[in-house]
């Protein structure tokens, strides 16, 4: 039954090390969005595919970078991770724009 | 850009009393607003949304929302608690794409860390 799934759900990789998250719908989405959520802090928007069309937020670093293969899947890089980047990663959807936003249960990265 | 503030960044409340939690935003027009609850380690569920019309929302779990646009307002309201509702919760502001084509993404406020007492 779920809809918006995230794997793994916890990731640990090694500073500098690139690290790739997934997150998969079953909801047939137009719209996949990334967000970064550190501690004890609000999530951030840090880019967007509608459909193909990638849209990135101006203060989203370089160091990430978004894949989305097809409608069902899209992938979130970690070029080279820094110490700061450990943060929960939540992966989104929506219908269309305007609509609602579903989100999956996140994957909590840790950087050693 | 539009912006979100949720003043209150504990609240305590004891197990069958009333909540309100509340959601300030600043946004040019009328805005798409939504409540979304966090337990720990977890990802974010949606209470409840507010796009048009009635002012007051029905949400999940309970509970409700009030839109008042004189107040730039949106506040979450449950009338008695139970102690599954300890969580964060967040306040959300979303807006209409500019381009016809695209999307954007939600601006949260910074969260309410709710604290049920038995």
């Known amino acids: 039954d779920a809809m918006v799934i995230q794997n793994p759900r916890y990731q640990v990789t090694q500073f500098g090390k690139p690290v790739t998250l997934s997150c998969s719908q079953t909801?047939?989405?137009?719209?996949m969005y990334w967000y970064q959520q550190k501690s004890s802090q609000a999530p951030k928007l840090l880019f967007h595919?509608?459909?193909?069309?990638?849209?990135n937020e101006a203060d989203t670093p370089d160091n990430f970078q978004s894949r989305r293969p097809n409608t069902s899947f899209c992938f979130l890089d970690i070029r080279s991770p820094g110490l700061g980047d450990a943060a929960m990663y939540l992966c989104?959807?929506?219908?269309?724009?305007?609509?609602?936003?579903?989100f999956g249960p996140g994957t909590r990265l840790t950087v050693l | 850009a539009q912006s979100v503030t949720q003043p209150d960044i504990h609240i305590t409340v004891s197990e069958g009393a009333s909540l309100e939690l509340r959601c300030n935003y600043s946004y040019g027009a009328t805005p798409y607003l939504f409540w979304y609850v966090q337990s720990p380690g977890q990802g974010l569920q949606l209470l409840l949304k507010y796009f048009s019309g009635d002012t007051l929302v029905q949400g999940i779990k309970g509970f409700e929302a009030e839109f008042k646009r004189s107040q730039s307002s949106f506040n979450l309201r449950k009338p008695s608690v139970h102690w599954s509702d300890a969580a964060e919760y967040f306040c959300?502001?979303?807006?209409?794409?500019?381009?016809?084509?695209?999307?954007?993404?939600?601006?949260f406020g910074k969260g309410t860390h709710l604290i049920i007492q038995p």
């Open positions: 959300a502001v979303g807006t209409p794409s500019y381009s016809g084509g695209g999307a954007d993404g939600l601006t």
């Open positions: 595919y509608y459909d193909k069309d990638f849209n």
């Open positions: 909801l047939n989405h137009n719209v």
């Open positions: 989104a959807t929506s219908r269309d724009m305007e609509d609602t936003q579903y």
